[in-house]
Structures are given as C-alpha cells and as structure tokens.
C-alpha cells in the first residue's frame, strides 16, 4: 500500500546535537511537507518542497534544514540552533494537482 | 493571511447523538478544504477533501460541506461511537505552493 513512513517514532536529542528525521513517501506525490505540532499551538509549517533539489522555508524554519534529493525522501534535521526543539514533528506529502494531504505518523522529539 | 478557527476547542457527547463541527476561515479564495482526524500520538487521517467547486462530501457517516462565501465548513457526525473520540482538524488551501492552513483542532469525547 501506498503511503508516507516516518522514523524513527521517538527521538530522544542530547544539547548541541543535531539530529535528523526521516521521511519516506511511495506515493508518487511531488510535493513534500514538514511540519511541528506543540500542544494548543496547531501545526505550523517548517519547510515544504514542491520539486526535487528545492525547497522554501516556512513560517518556523529558524534552527532546521532540509534536502530533497530523491522526488521520495525529504529528511529533516534539526539543529543546535533550534533552542526548543522538543515537539512532535510530523511530514506529509501532496499532488501539485491541489488533491489533498496524506500525512506520516509522526516523530515525536524530546530534547534529555 | 489566511485563518482558520475552530470553535469549541473540545466537545463531549453522550454515545448515539449526531454533531456538527464547525470550521471557519477568513479569506474565501481557497482551492479545497479537507479535514483530518488524529489520535493522541498519532499522525493525521484524510477523512474528506471538498474541492472549491463543490458544496459536499460524503464518507460512511461522516458528511462535510463548504460555503465559501461564508467562509464555513462543518462536519457532520451521525450516530456518534465512543470510537469516534479523537482531534478533528480542518485545513484550507489557498493561495500558492499548496501550503494548508491549520485550525487548532476540536477534541471530541463520545461517552459510552
């Protein structure tokens, strides 16, 4: 079946370390999204890419980045200079034919 | 800039009663609007896209409709279950890149 993987489920982060998400998709959908989810905030987006080897910032980028090297993968990694990384980050993927979401299950990030 | 609201932030209901969740946005020149369900921990579920050009959309007991010139969705729940306990979020598109706009969500408790 078609979908979106996300890994690992639980990630647990050392300060001054960078770690990097994963995202999977074998939907065949251009368009790749990340977003970070904090209790009572909603999502907001970090970044999103429309096409393989380029992607925009989005409303929260400061202290992430991205590659989207493979139209499937679009891995996120957070970095040192992210100061309160702790959240569920979850990656979704879409047409550019505007035919909706399909989103990950989630990673969610704690910062020990 | 488009916004999205979702009011009330959390309803409980006894088992068997139909509902309605309501879903409002600002700027009405959106592409499609689609509403997701999500378990605590868990990622997002496409459970209906409306497309612009559509009032509604129809999926088991669950039934979205959209009036762009009011800027208001809702979703409608027939016979409610306690397994229908979860986050229903809705999300406009509008705009260029495909980028959705979020709600913050309503938690829906169905009491057995």
């Known amino acids: 079946d078609g979908g979106i993987t996300q890994s690992p489920k639980y990630l647990f982060r050392k300060e001054g370390q960078n770690v990097t998400l994963s995202c999977e998709q074998n939907?065949?959908?251009?368009?790749m999204y990340w977003y970070r989810q904090d209790p009572g905030q909603g999502l907001r987006l970090i970044y999103y890419?429309?096409?393989?080897?380029?992607?925009q910032k989005g409303d929260i980028a400061e202290g992430y980045s991205v590659s989207r090297e493979k139209k499937e993968s679009f891995p996120l990694t957070v970095t040192s200079a992210q100061k309160n990384p702790t959240a569920f980050y979850l990656c979704?993927?879409?047409?550019?034919?505007?035919?909706?979401?399909?989103f990950g299950s989630g990673t969610r990030l704690t910062v020990v | 800039k488009q916004e999205v609201t979702q009011i009330p932030a959390a309803l409980s209901v006894p088992e068997g009663e139909n509902l309605v969740l309501n879903c409002s946005f600002t700027d009405s020149a959106i592409y499609n609007l689609q509403w997701f369900r999500q378990d605590p921990g868990k990622g997002l579920t496409s459970l209906l896209l409306i497309q612009s050009s559509q009032r509604e959309q129809t999926s088991g007991r669950l039934n979205a409709s959209l009036d762009k010139s009011s800027g208001r969705s809702t979703l409608y729940i027939a016979a409610s279950q306690p397994g229908d306990s979860a986050t229903y979020l809705c999300?406009?598109?509008?705009?260029?890149?495909?980028?959705?706009?979020f709600g913050k969500g309503i938690t829906l408790s169905v009491r057995p």
């Open positions: 999300a406009a598109d509008t705009g260029a890149n495909s980028k959705l706009t």
């Open positions: 979704a993927s879409s047409t550019t034919a505007r035919g909706g979401y399909t």
């Open positions: 890419s429309q096409i393989v080897n380029d992607f």
């Open positions: 939907l065949n959908h251009d368009a």
